[in-house]
């Protein structure tokens, strides 16, 4: 029998529709949510997610202002950048989009975001708040696996979940998110050895490593919830995720699309961040 589609676009929907609501009431209060955009370079991939942000804040009623930098842009330039966006009142959020240009180191700009305006949830203090289990912004992509998988109903205290790829961005922090949840969790990256009966045994399999239809149908356990973070451009044009996804279906009990999946949770878990921070920001002023 076919997997669940777990159809990441609807549920996103509901989620900005939700956003949409909130924001509005704020807006009676005198606050308009703002997101500040920042981008350096001409990588034509950025363009286009900024391109979606800014697309997605003007339907969710989010005030965006997009700050574009050169390509040959300093360190320095950018910092400064980022400084004054933190002491701008009116900026609720601030996204750096990755990449960015090989001169300028990345963690150190992303660091200089004030975590409280951090609506990626890169900032180490952000990233350790969710290491110890408190209240703060969570990266965005974890965060729409969470609600994905949430919203579905899967089964996840005493699961076994493995998570391929180690990335601050999505795997340790998704693995963080789902020992919350009572899973035991995996990770499985680069050096690991045999991945493919370690995938074998899990119920959550998640692949987050940035290579095309590495997981093959034969890694999938009957019956598993499988989640393909990875967006892949193939030599045709055409996207691919991590997950060969035409073989993984017809194992899997769930399983997540490319496109259409974790993507557009990505962003509305965008949106939720730059509410949350504009609502701290409403209640410490």
């Not at 704020?26 to 703002?34: F, K, P, S, V």
């Not at 997610?49 to 040959?72: D, H, I, M």
């Not at 998988?149 to 493995?162: N, Y």
Request: aromatic fraction near 2%; hydrophobic fraction near 45%.
């Amino acid at each position: 029998m076919a997997a669940q589609i777990l159809d990441g676009k609807s549920l996103a929907a509901q989620v900005r529709a939700g956003v949409k609501e909130k924001v509005a009431r704020l807006a009676q209060r005198g606050i308009r949510a703002g997101l500040a955009v920042v981008l350096a370079g001409d990588d034509p991939a950025s363009k286009v997610y900024v391109r979606n942000k800014v697309r997605a804040c003007e339907e969710t009623g989010v005030r965006s202002s997009l700050f574009e930098y050169p390509a040959s842009v300093s360190e320095k330039d950018l910092l400064d950048g980022v400084a004054r966006l933190n002491n701008d009142p009116g900026i609720h959020g601030i996204l750096v989009q990755l990449p960015l240009p090989t001169q300028v180191d990345a963690l150190r700009v992303l660091d200089a975001v004030s975590p409280a305006k951090d609506v990626d949830g890169f900032h180490h203090a952000n990233l350790g708040a969710l290491l110890a289990g408190k209240p703060g912004i969570v990266p965005c992509t974890p965060a729409g696996v969470m609600r994905l998988l949430e919203h579905a109903r899967v089964p996840l205290a005493g699961r076994r979940a493995v998570v391929i790829g180690r990335s601050n961005i999505v795997g340790k922090p998704l693995a963080l998110l789902l020992l919350q949840k009572d899973a035991t969790v995996t990770i499985c990256h680069s050096k690991s050895q045999d991945i493919e009966s370690i995938a074998k045994q899990a119920d959550i399999l998640v692949a987050a490593i940035g290579r095309a239809k590495l997981v093959s149908a034969a890694m999938v356990k009957p019956g598993a919830c499988v989640v393909d973070v990875g967006v892949n451009r193939l030599p045709d044009g055409t996207l691919a995720g991590d997950v060969d996804f035409q073989a993984a279906k017809n194992v899997a009990g769930w399983i997540t699309p490319v496109p259409g999946g974790v993507g557009p949770m990505t962003i509305a878990m965008l949106l939720e961040n730059c509410l949350y921070a504009a609502h701290k920001h409403e209640s410490a002023t």
